[in-house]
């Protein structure tokens, strides 16, 4: 067995890092952060340059690489915190169309997104956010050609610097098995839609978008009406191991971190990185990065490969939230004061792998889909 990284995933590596250590040093982050969109527009347009937008998408739509390299490009993005509506585009709205589109959608819009012409994001959870299909109370009612789209959507991730919404609303009764909902892709600028963003604790953007009598034609609809739940559960499953890989990056970088200030403090005339306890809480730190990105690297390639990922997608989510958990924990710890000011980078990893485990899904989640697959 290899479990190493193909050269073409090396290069990919080596591409992003250097890309990224140029482009969105620590200042860009904080900006970031305070920033209404959290989008630079020439960043983007250089990320579009080299091709990432396209990432995972088949060539015919501008495409290029595969989901491993995705994985590989987000494990880079998590090293540095990177924050905008990269993940939301690329790694869920464009696998959702993927997922779900006929060669007519498909052509519409992944070459845009391909190209960074185009942001898409997927409105899901509502009041109720358990990942469920009998949560969603939007509603789409079918109208001669259109369907008019009624009610409201919680955290929807960059939904301002979205030009298409994928929204899951509810077309039918609901049957306990997912049957009954639909996705239908919207135009942002459609008469309304109104948006509101909400306060997060890592400085993401997340909307609560209102959806009033809002138009769509029955052409925009992604798969089969009532059967929409189908793809979002693909889509979770990718975008789950798509969000271990982001904090596998960010355990990793918070790793070093901690490392570098663990050689560099004194304390009591010795670099606290000297003393047994600070050594092993950094080796429990390396195991639990080292175990994560098996973990997620291992689901990936089962989705690459086009095999049934449910459990290892599952699994992997369940256990990197832990860990990283436990190497923020770990890193506050050896850093000491300094880890809890606003100056040092740690509080934005630690935030960051927080809203990380949460969304998509978080841990309870995760341990009922296990516990399902087991019944
Ligand atoms: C919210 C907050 C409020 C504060 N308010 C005040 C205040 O009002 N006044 C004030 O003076 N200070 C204040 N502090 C600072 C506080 O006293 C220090 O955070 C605390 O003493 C830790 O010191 P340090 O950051 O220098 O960590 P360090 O002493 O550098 O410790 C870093 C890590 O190394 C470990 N370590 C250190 N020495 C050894 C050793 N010999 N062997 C093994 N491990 C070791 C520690 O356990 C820790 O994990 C405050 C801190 C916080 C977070």
Request: proline share 2%; hydrophobic share 40%.
């Amino acid at each position: 067995m290899d479990f190493g990284l193909n050269e073409q995933q090396e290069m990919m590596q080596t591409l992003a890092r250097d890309f990224l250590a140029g482009e969105y040093p620590n200042k860009v982050l904080k900006a970031m952060v305070k920033d209404e969109k959290g989008c630079a527009p020439e960043l983007w347009e250089k990320m579009a340059e080299m091709n990432l937008m396209g990432l995972s998408l088949p060539e015919e739509y501008g495409g290029v690489g595969d989901f491993l390299d995705l994985i590989v490009v987000l494990e880079e993005m998590g090293r540095v915190c990177f924050l905008g509506p990269y993940f939301s585009t690329v790694a869920v709205g464009a696998a959702a169309i993927m997922a779900g589109g006929n060669k007519e959608q498909r052509e519409k819009y992944l070459p845009d997104i391909a190209s960074g012409k185009a942001n898409v994001t997927l409105a899901l959870t509502e009041r109720k956010v358990e990942y469920e299909a009998d949560a969603l109370q939007t509603m789409t009612i079918s109208r001669g050609g259109y369907f008019v789209i009624n009610g409201t959507k919680l955290f929807v991730p960059d939904a301002q610097a979205a030009d298409f919404i994928i929204c899951a609303a509810r077309t039918g009764e609901s049957n306990g098995g997912g049957d009954g909902t639909t996705l239908i892709i919207v135009d942002r600028n459609e008469p309304g839609i109104t948006m509101r963003p909400l306060k997060t604790v890592s400085g993401e953007k997340l909307y609560e978008v209102i959806f009033e009598n809002v138009k769509s034609s029955a052409r925009n609809v992604l798969g089969e009406v009532n059967h929409g739940w189908r793809i979002v559960e693909k889509v979770l499953q990718r975008a789950n191991v798509a969000r271990c890989a982001e904090m596998v990056g960010l355990a990793q970088q918070s790793l070093n971190m901690t490392l570098d200030y663990a050689k560099e403090r004194i304390a009591f005339g010795h670099p606290i990185g000297a003393f047994q306890a600070i050594q092993h809480r950094c080796a429990d730190m390396l195991i639990d990065v080292e175990g994560s990105r098996f973990a997620t690297y291992q689901a990936a390639w089962r989705l690459n490969e086009g095999l049934d990922a449910a459990k290892e997608a599952a699994a992997a989510k369940a256990w990197v939230s832990r860990a990283c958990r436990r190497v923020m924990t770990s890193a506050h710890q050896v850093h000491g004061a300094i880890g809890f000011t606003e100056d040092h980078l740690l509080h934005y990893y630690t935030k960051r792998a927080l809203a990380c485990e949460f969304s998509y899904g978080g841990n309870d989640v995760q341990l009922a889909k296990l516990a399902a697959l087991y019944k």
